[in-house]
């Protein structure tokens, strides 16, 4: 009787579901693994895969909490050419102080963002997009439309093992604030529903606002990793980097608000996104399949997601 | 009565590990309002959502008619005659109660150029009508409308078609006394038509008065069926909760109790529903606030909470402070059980170990982390003092039955350990069980000396539970009225209207 089945303990497919993200990560691991006869696996395209990685991995664990709360952060790319214009321009002087510079305009950006976000009854896609028109809009005249040149020791710092220890020790910090703070709670609770959350007495304001720091963090960060890696930032820098990172999430399972938004969905996304692009490429496959590649298995993330969101699936 | 209109058979139908509804049976006759009980979570919704193609049920066989009966959706099932009426709201908020009303149905009004929505606004009048609410205005967002005339937009949709079987599904809870009358009309005119009615309701007086025979689930299983003449209230509780129950689970005292000291004071509050209301809540007191619907006691309950912005006054506690918005009074542990609770008290896509320690998790850090064991500890400890049913902690609170998401918002404010708890409507629409759960509790607490708003549309709980009623009546407080072995519902009604 199939009244049955559901008692019989260990369901199949909520666990399927639960962790499709792996699942697809794994296959095409495999699929690629074959395909390219192994060769994806070398030590050299391990590095590569972990140097394509990076800057989503960092800008995907920052936007943790915007996710959480149900919202995405578009002014993440300009932020990123500001921050990264405004280093390159102060390297010349110090590069420590490139660093900094790059960090505190990412995070005064992100203040910016949040205090708005927090104050204003407007909806975030339209504040941030607006936010990042504006800052667009300097970024031309700030460089005479022209690329900031950085100096050449910069591209010494353009190293994997570093950007490995940059980027473990940012999942650290961001997993035990996402899993073990109030910080990552409350920003799922007021995902999953704002007016609970408030009655329950989370003052929204402050998590809304904090959710924007840690993307104004992320965005000096791969700010400064930019600039090191190309010898120098311009108004293109970044370009196109929230639409990825919103991608990124979506395929390591991140597709709603609240209690679904898991710190795995940042780390896994990334890395599918690297997996396919790379592998893609050492198959020779043309551009135009690759498009359609991703395209397919974006739509066929979608629909599973859209498969777990009927389940009680946490 | 004539033929049988639905005959189900050895139903089934499991959520995971829970089994919702097992081996149930049951003939419905054309002509026949039938009454459908049981406790929270005894399958009731379950099975009616069955058989309107809500859920797809995992064995057995439904017959309409004599005819074979597999819905695979509410289109379908309305398709062959069936309409429900749901427990929750059923309307989209944004659009229009005419859009609400021909939902999927909007090619009867194709015009030349589209929708001709002047047509669609006039049938939508119509359909009201024919439900006796011509008060309501189908062509207004329903954003704009009142839980009440929601639901009867509801009812106007699912009568729009004539139905063999219209199924309402606990939808008396959101009604007052005329939208009530409103409801019985539309159930006698479907008996009348030779048509059937699958009524669920925890509201037995209302079950006796309007059902031809009730059907009685417990635990997903099907109990008994009890024609008319059969239908003894106290008979009906006990087959549903499968115990004795006694006949009065309100206290047993009749004078006023509590201690001297004023643990909250309410000055002068005034909001846009609030006009200059001032009243002291004492230590292990349970202050009842009676009044019609719209009297402005449900405002006062967000004031007292500080989620209501006033226009002046304020709320007071014992150490001097002034609520003046939720957090503040979560940290001064006072808790609010809103009597929105799907969509205020508890966060249904989230899980339930998690509702009950949001207002706690602050207590919980140590160093900026909260201690995970702790957390845990509270959670389960909540759960099983409170005797949640459900399949897992860890599962969304949106899979339990109504009684016990009551319980989890329970569990959520005394796992905060709160000294004034504003409860609005703690009962409506739970069982019978759960009710004298939650008075049991109520009575436990107040000899804690924890103090109690309890905000009620039941005059039957106002006086039964009370220390002191405080009647309101167009958003002032029109008398109070001390517990008394005297005191009657006629008394309360005087200062009401």
């Known amino acids: 009787m199939n009244a049955t089945k559901a008692e019989n303990g260990f369901n199949w497919q909520r666990m399927v579901l639960k962790l499709y993200p792996f699942f697809v990560l794994g296959l095409l691991l495999i ?17 590569n895969i972990l140097e394509s990685s990076f800057q989503y991995l960092i800008g995907c664990m920052a936007a943790l909490f915007i996710f959480a709360q149900g919202e995405q952060d578009f002014s993440m790319a300009s932020n990123i050419a500001l921050s990264a214009i405004l280093a390159a321009m102060i390297s010349k002087t110090s590069v420590p102080l490139a660093l900094v510079v790059a960090l505190v305009s990412g995070i005064a950006v992100g203040c910016a963002c949040g205090f708005l976000y927090a104050r204003l009854p407007i909806p975030v896609f339209f504040l941030t997009m607006c936010i990042a028109n504006v800052i667009a809009g300097f970024l031309g005249p700030m460089t005479n439309y022209q690329s900031v040149k950085t100096p050449v020791s910069m591209l010494n710092l353009d190293n994997t093992n570093l950007k490995l220890l940059v980027a473990v020790i940012f999942a650290v910090i961001i997993y035990v604030i996402y899993n073990k703070t109030t910080y990552g709670k409350y920003s799922r609770a007021i995902g999953a529903s704002p007016v609970v959350a408030r009655l329950s007495g989370i003052n929204l304001s402050r998590y809304k606002f904090a959710a924007f720091v840690f993307t104004g963090i992320a965005a000096g960060i791969v700010a400064f990793f930019s600039i090191c890696k190309s010898g120098g930032a311009s108004k293109a820098t970044g370009t196109m980097f929230h639409f990825n990172v919103m991608v990124a999430m979506a395929l390591g399972g991140a597709t709603t608000g609240g209690p679904k938004v898991k710190f795995r969905c940042a780390v896994i996304g990334p890395l599918i996104i690297s997996v396919l692009t790379l592998g893609m490429n050492l198959a020779r496959i043309p551009v135009g399949m690759q498009n359609l590649m991703k395209g397919v298995l974006f739509l066929a993330v979608m629909v599973l997601s859209d498969r777990l969101s009927r389940f009680d699936v946490d | 009565m004539g033929t049988v ?36 979570g005894s399958g009731k919704s379950t099975f009616s959502s069955m058989v309107a193609g809500v859920y797809k049920r995992d064995d057995g066989t439904m017959q309409i008619n004599g005819r074979e009966y597999v819905p695979h959706s509410t289109v379908e099932a309305s398709d062959n005659g069936i309409a429900l009426v749901v427990q929750e709201a059923g309307v989209i908020a944004e659009i229009s109660g005419a859009c609400n009303i021909f939902l999927n149905k909007e090619s009867r009004f194709s015009g030349k150029l589209g929708i001709d929505f002047n047509e669609m ?24 409308l009142n839980l009440e005339d929601r639901k009867l937009i509801e009812i106007a949709k699912a009568m729009c078609d004539d139905p063999q079987l219209l199924i309402i599904d606990e939808t008396s809870n959101a009604l007052t006394t005329r939208g009530r009358e409103i409801l019985y009309k539309v159930i006698r005119d479907v008996k009348a038509r030779g048509g059937s009615v699958l009524f669920i309701t925890h509201d037995l007086d209302e079950l006796v008065e309007v059902c031809d025979s009730v059907t009685i689930m417990r635990d997903g299983h099907y109990i008994t069926t009890l024609p008319k003449e059969e239908m003894i209230i106290k008979r009906m509780r006990e087959l549903m909760v499968g115990r004795e129950m006694s006949d009065n689970y309100y206290r047993a005292d009749t004078v006023k109790s509590y201690e001297e000291e ?99 998790l602050a207590r919980l850090v140590r160093n900026g982390i909260i201690r995970s064991r702790e957390e845990r500890e509270l959670s389960r400890t909540w759960a099983d003092k409170l005797s949640i049913k459900l399949r ?106």
């Open chain 2, 5 to 40: 209109l639905l005959k189900a058979d050895h139903i089934y139908k499991s959520f995971g590990a829970t089994k919702a509804v097992v081996d149930f049976s049951v003939e419905i006759m054309s002509g026949e309002v039938r009454g459908f009980i049981g406790e929270n």
């Open chain 2, 121 to 144: 606004n006039k049938a939508a009048a119509e359909a009201l009508k024919k439900v006796y609410s011509e008060h309501v205005d189908p062509t207004i967002p329903c954003s704009m």
């Open chain 2, 262 to 360: 004023v643990v909250l004071r309410a000055d002068h509050l005034s909001a846009p529903e609030i006009n200059d209301v001032s009243f002291e809540l004492h230590k292990g007191e349970i202050l009842g606030i009676g009044g019609l619907s719209d009297c402005g006691m449900h405002d006062l309950g967000k004031a007292l909470f500080g989620a209501e912005k006033l226009d002046s006054g304020s709320v007071v506690l014992a150490d001097g402070s002034h609520i003046t918005d939720p957090k503040m009074a979560v940290e001064k542990r006072i808790g609010y059980m809103s009597k929105n609770r799907d969509t205020e008290a508890i966060i249904l896509q989230y899980p339930i170990d998690e509702n009950i320690c949001i207002p706690s």
């Open chain 2, 392 to 497: 897992s902690i860890h599962s969304y609170c949106a899979t339990l039955s109504g009684g016990n998401k009551q319980k989890v918002v329970l569990a959520k404010w005394l796992g905060n350990e709160s000294r004034i708890l504003i409860m609005d409507c703690p009962t409506r629409g739970i069982d019978i069980g759960v009710k004298e759960a939650i008075y049991r509790l109520m009575q436990d607490l107040k000899k804690e000396g924890v103090s109690i708003v309890m905000i009620s549309e039941e005059l039957a709980e106002l006086i039964g539970m009370s220390d002191r009623i405080m009647v309101m009546k167009d958003y002032s407080i029109s008398k109070i009225l001390d517990r008394s072995a005297d005191l009657t519902e006629k008394t309360v009604i005087e200062y009401m209207i």
């Open chain 1, 31 to 47: 699929f690629f693994g074959v395909l390219t006869k192994g060769t994806l696996f070398s030590s050299r395209n391990i590095k």
